[in-house]
């Protein structure tokens, strides 16, 4: 059986979630007796596909450039289609969402469903945003849809209204990061801290998290809340701050590599997570797999990742999430609990499992 990836994400994501996860599920079935599988990206900005097998890598890395990234992504998208057709696959696995399939092999066609977020929270994206409305085009044709949660296929049924037989649920992977001995002493000081980590801003709730904080004069006469990535603090974040008498050296910023990454969770007293909603949700997993105990929202998806092994509280109520910090913080028999518990249950979510799994549906589908 021969699988084909089509390009789309490989020309828009240099790094990110859905083309690490595209790349995972290729170099999982590559090894697979009798599956050959290939990602058609003739023209991508992806490091992902830099560092992969070249065997199933069709394409060439071209540097993104200023003004250059519609360009890419055209010409990309051209040329997918030819490319693939002289490949004659068994199956076309769609990458993201397309009105219209890049390739047009007559062959089925599936493509993965990631989140809802665009339909849930469409505030917390600007005017013309055409995500949702090519998502809609691209599930109304899809032969089968992978949802990568329970709660992301409810959700696509109940705005969609499609046929439950033509989805299924297949539960992400995710990557050990790399511990180098790292210290996170050395990137934010000795003191006591919680860590929240990725993007900061609308129903990421960010800001819900500043207002428990800054709420609770235990936390901030004993920790620290160390935010990794998604950029510099806001100027509307540093105002928050200033209205909740949050200082810079209260509430820190921290970029760079997974190497860091890895570091502060494996220092950090606890892992905030107060996403209001999520397709998924890969960093309590990165948490729990380093010995950090992972306090989070009860919403959306987060419990069928967390399961047992996190301290939930309701994401809308700043006064519940600063309760259930201050409940794990002043409780190292919790803590420990929540260690134990979150080293088996990161356990149950592979790479392999998921290439398992999505290779049944394949193999069902071309049969």
Not at 70 to 91: F, N, T, Y
Not at 99 to 123: A, K, W
Not at 125 to 133: E, K, R
Request: a neutral charge.
């Amino acid at each position: 059986m021969k699988v084909i990836y089509d390009s789309q994400i490989f020309a828009q994501q240099e790094f990110g979630g859905i083309s690490r996860y595209i790349c995972a599920l290729a170099s999982q079935m590559s090894h697979v007796p009798g599956v050959e599988v290939k990602i058609v990206a003739p023209l991508h900005i992806n490091q992902y596909l830099r560092d992969a097998d070249s065997d199933i890598v069709r394409g060439v890395y071209v540097r993104r450039l200023p003004k250059t990234a519609r360009i890419i992504k055209a010409m990309s998208a051209a040329l997918c289609g030819p490319v693939s057709g002289m490949m004659h696959p068994d199956l076309v696995h769609e990458t993201y969402y397309a009105e219209q399939p890049l390739c047009r092999s007559n062959v089925p066609h599936v493509l993965t469903v990631y989140d809802m977020i665009e339909e849930r929270f469409p505030e917390s994206f600007g005017a013309g945003y055409p995500v949702a409305q090519l998502k809609k085009s691209a599930v109304n044709r899809a032969d089968h849809i992978f949802c990568i949660s329970e709660n992301t296929r409810r959700d696509l049924l109940e705005i969609h209204h499609l046929p439950e037989a033509r989805m299924s649920v297949t539960y992400l992977g995710y990557d050990a990061l790399p511990q180098t001995g790292l210290q996170a002493q050395a990137l934010v000081g000795a003191a006591p801290y919680i860590l929240h980590v990725a993007g900061r801003r609308g129903y990421k709730n960010f800001d819900g998290l500043l207002r428990a904080f800054g709420a609770s004069p235990w936390l901030k006469a004993n920790f620290r809340l160390v935010c990794f990535g998604a950029g510099a603090l806001s100027p509307d974040e540093l105002d928050l701050m200033a209205g909740l008498g949050l200082s810079a050296a209260q509430v820190i910023h921290v970029g760079g590599g997974d190497d860091r990454l890895a570091a502060l969770y494996k220092g950090a007293a606890a892992f905030v997570y107060p996403s209001k909603y999520e397709g998924f949700g890969i960093p309590p997993l990165e948490a729990m797999s380093l010995d950090c105990p992972v306090i989070c929202s009860n919403t959306s998806s987060i419990p069928e990742v967390v399961g047992d092994a996190g301290e939930y509280f309701d994401p809308y109520d700043p006064d519940s999430i600063r309760v259930s910090i201050e409940r794990v913080l002043q409780s190292s028999a919790r803590r420990a609990e929540l260690v134990s518990l979150g080293r088996e249950r990161c356990q149950r979510f592979s790479w392999e499992r998921c290439a398992q799994e999505t290779l049944a549906v394949y193999r069902r589908l071309a049969a």
